[in-house]
C-alpha cells in the first residue's frame, strides 16, 4: 500500500521510476516539488484540517493537493527515505522580523546526507529555494535569487536561513534531529487556533527557477528578483478556482460545490478585512 503512494507522488513529481539516491536525483526531486506540489491550506480554510502522518500527506500530495511545511515536508522526507535517504526532520521557526532568531516550533525543515555531503532541503517554506543548499555557512546564490545560511547562536546548535524573497526572511532550526510527535502540539494550533494565519487567510505559494507565484486571500502575486513584484485581484470565484488549478497545479475534484461557496465566501471576509486594515 505505501509503495503505491509512493510510486503515485514520484508520478506528481515527473518520475515513472523510482530514481537512485543521488545527489543529482535530490536536486531534482526538490525542483520538482516546489515546482509541481503548492504550498496551501485550502483544507484548513475548510475546517478539516489534515493530521500530521507523512504516508497520509503523501497520499494527499499523490491526488494533487499539497500542505503547509508539516505536510509536505513531513511526506518528503518520507518519500526520500523510501527512496534510500539519510534524512533528518528538525525543529524550526519562520519570523517575519529579521532579526529574530527564535525556535519557535512552528517549522519543520530537513537536512540530508549524500554522495559525502550534507543539504538544507525545504519543499515546505512555499518561498524558499528552488534548489537544496549545501549546509554550510555563506551565501548561496540560484539564477537571480540569493540565500544566506549562518550558524544559530545560543545554547542548541542549528542554522538560521535568511531570504529577502517574501514576508518570513528569517527561518531558524536546531540541528538536533527532531520526531514527528515533536510538531503536533504545534500543528494544531496553527491549524485550528482563530489566532492562526492559516485559518485566517487563504494561502498558496509555488516557485519556479525565475519567479514565486504567492496567493494570499484575492491578491495573486508574482515575485521576480529580475523584473520585480506584480500582483492582481481576483474578482470572482471562478478567478480563483482557475487560479488554484492553473497557477497553483492544485486538483479541486476534492472541493464540492457547498465546498467552493463556503471557501471563497471566507475569503471575500478576510479580503475585506484587509482591506480595511490598510485603508486604516
Not at 492559516?198 to 494570499?216: G, K, N, P, Q, Y
Request: glycine share 10%; charged share 25%; net charge negative.
Amino acid at each position: 500500500m505505501t509503495s503505491g503512494i509512493f510510486a503515485g507522488y514520484l508520478r506528481r513529481l515527473g518520475f515513472p521510476e523510482p530514481p537512485r539516491p543521488t545527489a543529482e536525483a535530490l536536486f531534482a526531486l526538490q525542483r520538482a516539488h516546489v515546482e509541481r506540489v503548492p504550498y496551501e491550506n485550502v483544507d484548513i480554510q475548510l475546517g478539516r484540517a489534515p493530521g500530521l502522518d507523512p504516508v497520509q500527506s503523501a497520499r494527499r500530495i499523490a491526488e494533487g493537493r499539497g500542505g503547509y511545511c508539516f505536510h509536505v515536508n513531513g511526506a518528503f522526507a518520507a518519500l526520500l527515505e523510501s527512496l534510500g535517504y539519510d534524512v533528518s526532520r528538525h525543529v524550526g521557526g519562520v519570523h517575519h522580523d529579521p532579526d529574530a532568531r527564535t525556535v519557535t516550533g512552528d517549522h519543520l525543515a530537513l537536512t540530508v546526507r549524500v554522495d559525502g555531503a550534507e543539504y538544507f532541503v525545504d519543499t515546505g517554506l512555499g518561498d524558499g529555494p528552488h534548489d537544496p543548499l549545501p549546509l554550510r555557512a555563506g551565501t548561496h546564490r540560484q539564477g537571480d535569487f540569493s540565500y544566506v545560511l549562518e550558524p544559530l547562536e545560543g545554547p542548541e546548535p542549528g542554522w538560521t536561513f535568511l531570504t529577502s524573497y517574501g514576508p518570513c526572511p528569517v527561518t531558524v532550526f536546531r540541528s538536533a534531529p527532531a520526531a514527528l510527535a515533536d510538531f503536533e502540539a504545534e500543528h494544531v494550533r496553527l491549524s485550528t487556533s482563530p489566532e492562526s494565519g492559516f485559518v485566517r487567510t487563504l494561502v498558496m505559494i509555488r516557485r519556479d527557477a525565475e519567479s514565486i507565484d504567492v496567493l494570499r486571500g484575492r491578491v495573486l502575486g508574482r515575485i521576480d528578483p529580475a523584473k520585480g513584484p506584480s500582483e492582481r485581484e481576483l474578482n470572482t470565484p471562478e478567478e480563483l478556482y482557475e487560479v488554484m488549478a492553473t497557477v497553483f497545479g492544485r486538483t479541486l475534484d476534492d472541493l464540492t460545490p457547498a465546498d467552493r461557496a463556503a471557501l471563497w465566501e471566507q475569503v471575500c471576509r478576510a479580503h475585506a478585512t484587509w482591506l480595511a486594515a490598510r485603508a486604516g
